[in-house]
């Protein structure tokens, strides 16, 4: 091992379970779905400007206008605390983004779908975010208190280490959360990379490495997806706004819950394993949001779900380690042979690679786990996830990649 070590930025999401009474209830309440209206309306304008010319980028300048316009007209919106606007902004801006590097993409020959930015609904936008640490807001022994809010309770059930910030309030159900990102500097030890593992997330199990390892899928997966199937069919056949509808959503979501807080802490276990199980790095298949929600099967759409918090532990925990964590696009890596490249069809059924050319036998996931590693190895250091972009506070956005009625590309990445 070399005797460097090396700085690093790194950020980390905190979510605890706060108690307003029923006037700050009231207070979140209403700034949530004044935000909602704002982000709407924001929209609409910004739809206006793309409709009479669609070759113009809606710009930070043009939201920041339009902003200033809508709240001379209704002074409503000044209840909103100002940075809770800027992030609404922000987030308007985000969406845009991506749909224009989508439109790119899709330009230069990718295929992909670049939906149009989308108005939120009701029950699709239940957080407000406050982006500056700049005394809006604070925690005193065991109390929050919020600008334009108020004071409330605070289950704080460890540390935040590092700045703070940001903090979100959210809604989930019937519950209250209050999310904090912290950014941390790391010096970490830098570890000569002699033994690398391809990690792939398995069909027959829940992960395969290239060590030859196999981890299984843990039951409760199959208990639970069950259960969530059941409910998404329920809130199918209720009418659009009715009570009993809200009402299977609420229990919809409470069972995403169940199955996210059991597989994390399978999860955890199993990351913890895999950073102290003497490899020096890892290398994972990037599963994209897109993918996820192009992608209509319930079980699948449960396991890229775990399998992207999954990545997002390993990758903190790896890191903090000073390892890396590199993710490769890891198209065709079940078709190929490890041993010699040859390149066959594997449709799901078929459990075990059997190669018609030069006779190498192996589990599938095995050895799509070896041809990850291989990639990686030979891309060489394409950086990893807390190197190269933010790492995202990526459990608490869970929730929302999960659900699976009908959501755009963009909103699944909102807290
Ligand atoms: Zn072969």
Redesign the pocket.
């Known amino acids: 091992m070399e005797n460097k070590t090396r700085d690093m930025e790194i950020i980390r999401a905190y979510k605890f379970r706060i108690y307003p009474d029923q006037k700050r209830q009231t207070a979140i309440d209403n700034s949530i779905s004044l935000s909602q209206r704002l982000y709407n309306k924001l929209l609409e304008k910004t739809i206006e400007v793309h409709k009479s010319n669609s070759s113009s980028k809606i710009s930070q300048r043009t939201i920041n206008q339009f902003l200033n316009e809508i709240i001379k007209e209704d002074k409503t919106y000044l209840q909103l605390y100002a940075h809770v606007r800027v992030d609404i902004r922000n987030r308007l801006l985000k969406t845009y983004h991506n749909f224009f590097r989508r439109c790119q993409q899709k330009t230069s020959g990718a295929n992909i779908k670049a939906g149009f930015p989308r108005f939120k609904s009701k029950d699709r936008f239940n957080s407000i975010t406050h982006i500056e640490n700049n005394g809006s807001f604070s925690i005193d022994k065991g109390r929050l208190r919020a600008s334009k809010i108020g004071t409330m309770r605070i289950e704080q059930h460890r540390n935040i280490t590092g700045n703070v910030k940001t903090m979100t309030i959210k809604r989930e159900g019937k519950e209250y959360y209050a999310i904090f990102t912290a950014e941390q500097i790391l010096n970490s030890p830098k570890i000569n990379d002699t033994n690398p593992v391809g990690i792939d997330l398995g069909l027959n199990n829940f992960i395969a490495l290239s060590d030859g390892q196999t981890i299984q899928k843990p039951k409760f997966f199959k208990k639970k997806e069950k259960r969530i199937a059941r409910w998404q069919k329920i809130i199918e056949r209720r009418n659009k706004g009715s009570k009993r509808r809200q009402k299977a959503k609420l229990h919809l979501q409470e069972e995403w819950k169940g199955i996210t807080n059991q597989s994390n802490d399978f999860m955890h276990k199993l990351s913890d394993k895999l950073v102290h199980g003497g490899f020096t790095s890892f290398a994972v298949e990037a599963l994209y949001i897109d993918n996820m929600v192009k992608n209509h099967r319930l079980a699948q759409s449960i396991q890229n779900a775990s399998w992207n918090r999954f990545i997002h532990m390993l990758s903190y925990k790896a890191e903090s380690a000073g390892m890396k964590v590199i993710k490769v696009d890891a198209r065709n890596t079940s078709k190929e ?6 390149i066959m069809d594997m449709p799901l059924s078929i459990r075990e ?1 059997n ?6 036998r192996l589990d599938r996931d095995i050895n799509a786990s070896i041809n990850i590693l291989h990639i990686a190895t030979t891309l060489g250091q394409r950086g990893s996830h807390a190197q190269g972009e933010n790492v995202r506070p990526q459990q608490e956005a869970t929730l929302e990649e999960l659900r699976t009625y009908p959501a755009n590309a963009g909103e699944a990445n909102d807290l």
């Open positions: 042979c490890s041993n010699c490249g040859n690679y190669c018609n050319r030069c006779g190498m």
